[in-house]
């Protein structure tokens, strides 16, 4: 089924919560009806949208919103080891990792209670706590409006990184994602690299699927912003890769600061929430914006009121902040529109 909803204000739309008019939004709930979509009910420009989970709008949306609903789950093939499972681009993201576990699959755990749709997953690559989306997708597969016709991108072809794909690039705004292909393992691969998801799991009784998903539920909860009460876009800003000479030359002025290795040994990870937090900036707040007090990295809406415009001059404030500090850019992950 197809709906449409005209001039509408998008606030429950985004996880920000920011008030925000959009000209038209279209659902849609099965992937045959995408070439009638575009052929009735799409005029001009036109941007997928998922849960809204990491976008800022800072003004009205004139592009029609196209929002895939299709939630289906279905397993493709499996056998002792492993379950190739293809999902439904609209499903949310976590009650997948939710059927996983039920379903003792592997692979999907430590990316547990990140907010958004199985469709924006491939987009900026989802991971937390040792894991990314990309560990277990296989194929993207969209919908190509300039052809009319439906793509399977194999992973190897998605170009993806920390935080990067090829849906951030030269296939930005062209494709619509509809279904999301994973391979799943049913046997045991604990990924416990981070040391409060492994004490969280020693204390509920020891490695098991639930208990990894249950650990990371809760350590989730406690550090980042329930965003049923509290506007936010999750971590607003992405950790910096810098050489690993400057890296260097940074620990050893500051001796407790995280780095983490990339596959080039050339570049070094920082945590810009770590870089945001010792600029003092922790808990601060502007207006209607404020730094989360938990979680460095996330950006606020303390009142319900902030605009898209005065999240963007307060994180720019941030960004400066660390600049001045330590000489690093921090870049936004969200994406600004
Ligand atoms: N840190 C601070 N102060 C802060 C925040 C962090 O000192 O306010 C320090 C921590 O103590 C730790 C380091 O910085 O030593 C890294 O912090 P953390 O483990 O919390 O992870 P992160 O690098 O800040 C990333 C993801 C999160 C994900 C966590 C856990 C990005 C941009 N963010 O944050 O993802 O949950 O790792 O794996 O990579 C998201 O994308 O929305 C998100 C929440």
């Known amino acids: 089924m197809i709906r449409i909803f005209e001039n509408i204000d998008i606030s429950a739309r985004n996880s920000f919560k920011v008030h925000q008019q959009a000209a038209k939004i279209v659902e849609f709930d099965h992937n045959d009806e995408l070439s009638q979509l575009f052929a009735e009910h799409i005029k001009g420009e036109w941007m997928a949208l998922g849960g809204?989970?990491?976008?800022?709008?800072?003004?009205?949306?004139?592009?029609?919103?196209?929002?895939?609903?299709?939630?289906?789950?279905?397993?493709?093939?499996?056998n002792?080891?492993?379950?190739?499972?293809?999902?439904?681009?609209?499903?949310?993201?976590?009650?997948?990792?939710?059927?996983?576990?039920?379903?003792?699959?592997?692979?999907?755990?430590?990316?547990?209670?990140?907010?958004?749709?199985?469709?924006?997953?491939?987009?900026?690559?989802?991971?937390?706590?040792?894991?990314?989306?990309k560990d277990c997708i296989v194929n993207v597969e969209m919908y190509f409006p300039e052809q009319g016709n439906f793509i399977t991108l194999a992973a190897e072809h998605c170009n993806f990184a920390y935080r990067e794909s090829v849906f951030k690039h030269t296939l930005?705004?062209?494709?619509i994602i509809t279904a999301v292909e994973f391979m799943l393992s049913k046997q045991a691969q604990p990924k416990l690299g981070y040391g409060d998801v492994t004490a969280k799991v020693e204390e509920l009784g020891g490695v098991s699927l639930k208990n990894i998903r249950d650990a990371i539920c809760s350590i989730r909860?406690?550090?980042?912003?329930?965003?049923?009460?509290?506007?936010?876009?999750?971590?607003?800003?992405?950790?910096?890769?810098?050489?690993?000479?400057?890296?260097?030359?940074?620990?050893?002025?500051?001796?407790?600061?995280?780095?983490?290795?990339?596959?080039?040994?050339?570049?070094?990870?920082l945590a810009?929430?770590?870089?945001?937090?010792?600029?003092?900036?922790?808990?601060?707040?502007?207006?209607?914006?404020?730094?989360?007090?938990?979680?460095?990295?996330?950006?606020?809406?303390?009142?319900?009121?902030?605009?898209?415009?005065?999240?963007?001059?307060?994180?720019?404030?941030?960004?400066?902040?660390?600049?001045?500090?330590?000489?690093?850019?921090?870049?936004?992950?969200?994406n600004i529109l």
């Not at 930005?172 to 494709?175: C, N, Q, S, T």
């Not at 000479?245 to 940074?250: Q, R």
């Not at 050893?252 to 995280?258: F, G, H, R, S």
């Open 272 to 334: 810009a929430g770590w870089l945001i937090d010792q600029c003092g900036l922790k808990g601060y707040s502007e207006g209607n914006v404020g730094v989360h007090h938990r979680q460095a990295l996330v950006l606020i809406n303390t009142t319900g009121n902030a605009t898209g415009s005065e999240v963007i001059a307060f994180a720019r404030k941030v960004q400066s902040a660390v600049k001045e500090k330590f000489g690093i850019e921090i870049d936004t992950e969200v």
């Open 52 to 78: 809204g989970n990491n976008i800022l709008f800072t003004r009205d949306i004139e592009p029609t919103l196209i929002v895939p609903c299709n939630c289906h789950i279905e397993i493709l093939s499996q």
């Open 172 to 175: 930005k705004g062209r494709v």
């Open 80 to 133: 002792e080891n492993s379950a190739h499972i293809r999902v439904g681009a609209g499903l949310e993201w976590d009650d997948l990792v939710a059927w996983s576990v039920e379903n003792d699959l592997w692979g999907l755990e430590n990316l547990s209670l990140i907010p958004g749709k199985v469709g924006a997953a491939p987009v900026q690559n989802i991971g937390a706590y040792g894991a990314e989306a």
């Open 221 to 269: 909860r406690y550090k980042l912003p329930d965003t049923a009460v509290t506007g936010n876009a999750g971590s607003f800003f992405k950790n910096p890769i810098v050489s690993t000479t400057i890296a260097e030359a940074l620990a050893a002025q500051y001796p407790d600061m995280p780095r983490y290795g990339t596959s080039d040994p050339h570049s070094t990870k």
